[in-house]
């Protein structure tokens, strides 16, 4: 089992940035990858990235490509979602997701391949 929760979400402006925090509990934290999706009102809940078990492939979205950023400390069960100049479209409710896997480096980008979920953190962009 994998619980996770998120933090760091908050009101911003565009030109701001923000780092959100997933932290993890259970003992499996190094057999997941680990993955960001949001969910805007009235849309589907979309991928942004994810990152690999051992934090050495990350994939994202092409939407968010160049602005975002996914690290993990595992030693700290944590992983992180760094947000650069953020745009009024980004505003959602943000999820980390833990998916087991057993290839190292793979980053499943399809929501029904994680297994855990967090309870979202609200991020809001004013432009």
């Known amino acids: 089992q994998v619980q996770l929760v998120e933090s760091g979400g908050r009101l911003v402006q565009t030109g701001d940035s923000l780092r959100l925090s997933c932290a993890a509990t259970?003992?499996?934290?190094?057999?997941?990858?680990m993955g960001w999706f949001r969910q805007a009102p009235g849309k589907e809940r979309e991928f942004v990235g994810g990152?690999?078990?051992?934090?050495?492939?990350?994939v994202y979205a092409d939407s968010v490509k160049g602005r975002y950023t996914i690290s993990r400390d595992n030693a700290k069960t944590t992983v992180y979602l760094s947000v650069n100049s953020p745009k009024p479209e980004d505003t959602a409710v943000y999820y980390c997701?833990?998916?087991?896997?057993?290839?190292?480096?793979?980053?499943?980008?399809?929501?029904?391949?994680?297994?855990?979920w967090g309870q979202g953190t609200q991020v809001t962009v004013s432009s």
């Open positions: 990152i690999s078990r051992r934090g050495g492939s990350t």
């Open positions: 259970g003992r499996t934290f190094s057999s997941c990858a």
């Open positions: 997701s833990a998916a087991l896997i057993f290839r190292p480096e793979a980053v499943p980008t399809l929501p029904e391949r994680y297994d855990y």
